[in-house]
């Protein structure tokens, strides 16, 4: 055979194997550039979602700083209202000490007790003030009676 022959037939394979792999590259890039735009469609609709995320937490944020501002108030009122009334209690613990001591002839001087230094421990609250019972004359009670009886009514 003639060698010229041979490199022809050589060559016609070399072409047809090159033909094949175009053929099938051409696929590929074909399935390639349909999942791109499919890939894009998703790829927008992604940032569509995230856009109305940051929204909504914009929107909760806001609504979260709202509510804080609005119960901060009243959180920071009653605060102090428990300490004044802890406060009032002390006192009317220690204005019942001396009456307790002064009744059963034991007169003994206690200074008042102060305020508070540290944030005492929560107390339950009373189910209601009591009322003065008939013929108690308010005349007799002390001063610190009166502030804590007229808190126990301003709590109501």
Known sequence: MNL???????LIILLLA???????????LSMLRSEKEGLE???EKMNQAT????????GI????????????????KAQALRDELLFLIERADGSAERLAGSASGKA????EPQAPARKPARRAAPAAA???EKGEDDGARSQAERDLMNALR???
Not at 61 to 76: G, K, T
């Open 18 to 28: 090159t033909i094949v792999y175009a053929m099938v590259l051409h696929r590929r």
């Open 61 to 76: 944020r806001q609504s979260a700083e709202q509510a804080q501002a609005l119960l901060n108030d009243p959180m920071v």
């Open 154 to 156: 301003n709590v109501r």
């Open 4 to 10: 010229a022959l041979i490199l022809d037939v050589l």
């Open 130 to 132: 009591p009322q003065p």
């Open 41 to 43: 469609t998703f790829l």
């Open 51 to 58: 856009m109305k995320a940051d929204a909504s937490l914009k």
């Open 108 to 111: 003994r001087e206690e200074p």
